[in-house]
């Protein structure tokens, strides 16, 4: 695995490997010397003081495993935050901070009280060996570069956020995939890193502000395995990160809806069709069973009734939504389903009384969005019914 530069005389790309390291002339950080096997040299430098308890020397980076994430709202030099996962007694797994953390020659206070500097140096061993590194390059204007000093950035660009995490810890979560937990990071704005940045969306940076305050976040798995699902994962790592068209991200979210629909009445008539054939429930009842879930709302309902584990927790939405419909001309619901399937008509049937009031439908949809992680996330599944996965 290399990072590479880009060869601007050949158009190619040079893969580089770590060579040798040596302290800065100036005594300030740690000169890495990348090496291709041409002979062009790189240096990139390392500024950071680490706390005295660690060195390069004794930091193993294959201790540690690194993801590349992208996010709008939590990309200052400051945005460092301790992560914890929820099943392993809430023990912290690792850190995530932005690219310029490690770039930066300030040494904050995290780094005196804190294991930080332990995953910010690690993180930088690895992201020069990172595969696939280097999706904006610096230029090479000549053969020989031994005495230009490259930022880490350099290689992958200023919005770069890392989630650093300790492999030891993450070993004790039987069948740790990180796959499981994007869920979780996508309701912080955090997304997987890629060419493209994501769209700035300020209404879901009021929702996130709090992480601001606590420093700390807490990962939860998603019993829906957003990784075998091309839709879902679709729409959660692409149309919903570069849209920023309220309406065109509600029917997205919806189509996520209708999806645990489909499970939902898939379920159902199993169970009532293992009954009917048992003789648990005679013809007629079987018959009005699968009508009662042919109604929309009702199975929407029942969905909810299936993911949601806290419904107090979204009266503020519901409020927010009934507010939004009845402005609009539509019915105030007592529920959250039922508001959710109002809003749905709405949008649906009557576009046109809301369309020039964009800003106060992405206010409900950033609301919905979060809804819709927290569904996914605890959605009851059974383990034998996995037809959902199949898209």
Request: aromatic fraction near 14%; charge should be negative.
């Amino acid at each position: 695995m290399s990072v590479s530069l880009f060869d601007t005389s050949a158009s190619k790309l040079i893969p580089l490997v770590i060579d040798s390291s040596r302290p800065n002339d100036d005594g300030s950080g740690t000169i890495f010397i990348m090496k291709s096997s041409d002979g062009i040299l790189a240096n990139v430098i390392f500024k950071p003081t680490l706390n005295s308890k660690f060195s390069f020397a004794n930091i193993n980076p294959e201790n540690f495993e690194i993801i590349l994430l992208d996010n709008p709202y939590f990309n200052a030099e400051s945005d460092v935050f301790e992560v914890h996962e929820s099943t392993v007694n809430n023990d912290k797994i690792g850190w995530i901070f932005p690219i310029s953390y490690i770039d930066s020659d300030e040494t904050d206070e995290l780094s005196l009280k804190s294991t930080v500097d332990l995953y910010k140096a690690s993180s930088f061993i690895n992201l020069l060996k990172y595969e696939g590194a280097g999706m904006k390059f610096p230029a090479i204007n000549s053969p020989q570069m031994d005495n230009v000093n490259y930022n880490i950035s350099q290689f992958f660009g200023d919005n770069l956020i890392i989630l650093a995490i300790h492999k030891e810890t993450i070993n004790k979560i039987k069948g740790f995939k990180m796959s499981d937990y994007m869920l979780s990071l996508f309701k912080l704005g955090y997304s997987k890193y890629g060419e493209k940045s994501v769209i700035y969306n300020s209404n879901k940076k009021l929702l996130t502000e709090n992480l601001k305050k606590t420093k700390k976040i807490t990962l939860s798995k998603s019993k829906f395995d957003i990784s075998k699902n091309l839709f879902v994962e679709t729409v959660f790592y692409n149309y919903l990160n570069y849209t920023d068209n309220s309406y065109l991200r509600f029917v997205f979210i919806y189509q996520v809806i209708e999806l645990l629909m489909d499970f939902q009445k898939e379920m159902k008539f199993n169970e009532y069709l293992d009954k009917y054939k048992s003789g648990s429930i005679h013809g007629n009842d079987f018959r009005e069973k699968l009508s009662e879930y042919s109604k929309e709302r009702k199975v929407i309902g029942q969905v909810i009734a299936s993911s949601l584990r806290k419904k107090t927790d979204y009266v503020d939405f519901l409020q927010l939504c009934n507010e939004y419909i009845i402005k609009n001309g539509g019915q105030i619901a007592d529920d959250l389903s039922d508001s959710i399937y109002n809003l749905r008509n709405l949008l649906t049937h009557n576009f046109r009384r809301v369309a020039e009031k964009m800003e106060e439908l992405d206010t409900v949809v950033v609301g919905l969005e979060f809804i819709i992680v927290e569904m996914l996330i605890d959605y009851n599944f059974s383990d034998t019914n996995t037809w959902c996965y199949e898209i």
